[in-house]
Nanobody
Framework: QVQLVESGGGLVQAGGSLRLSCAASGLTFSMYSMAWFRQAPGKNREFVAG????????DYADSVNGRFIISRENAKNTVDLQMNRLKPEDTAVYYC????????????????WGQGTQVTVSS
């Protein structure tokens, strides 16, 4: 079965950086598009960033564009999210998700999810 394990979350000060990683197993990694979503308390889960199967196409939410960078290492079955210039409003649980085929940005487009990792940005 597909398993996704996120790591790298933690507590950082506003303006700082953090790097999240998602390790995948149980799938042919290069056949799947990957994405990061996040969910803050009392809010709906929202798309953050996505990357296509070969890594040549990326997509970012307006709220993080220019600050976050998504990347993948297919040889290691991992996808990372480099988060820079963090803001308190970035505080959320961040989830890794995968779908076979083309990159999409909708929650319903994704088949498998990780357990999430907490990111807290202090003022």
């Amino acid at each position: 079965q597909v398993q996704l394990v996120e790591s790298g979350g933690g507590l950082v000060q506003a303006g700082g950086s953090l790097r999240l990683s998602c390790a995948a197993s149980g799938l042919t990694f290069s056949m799947y598009s990957m994405a990061w979503f996040r969910q803050a308390p009392g809010k709906n889960r929202e798309f953050v960033a996505g990357i296509s199967r070969g890594g040549g196409d990326t997509d970012y939410a307006d709220s993080v564009n220019g600050r976050f960078i998504i990347s993948r290492e297919n040889a290691k079955n991992t996808v990372d999210l480099q988060m820079n210039r963090l803001k308190p409003e970035d505080t959320a649980v961040y989830y890794c998700a995968v779908r076979p085929g083309l990159l999409r940005a909708g929650i319903s487009d994704y088949k498998d999810w990780g357990q999430g990792t907490q990111v807290t940005v202090s003022s």
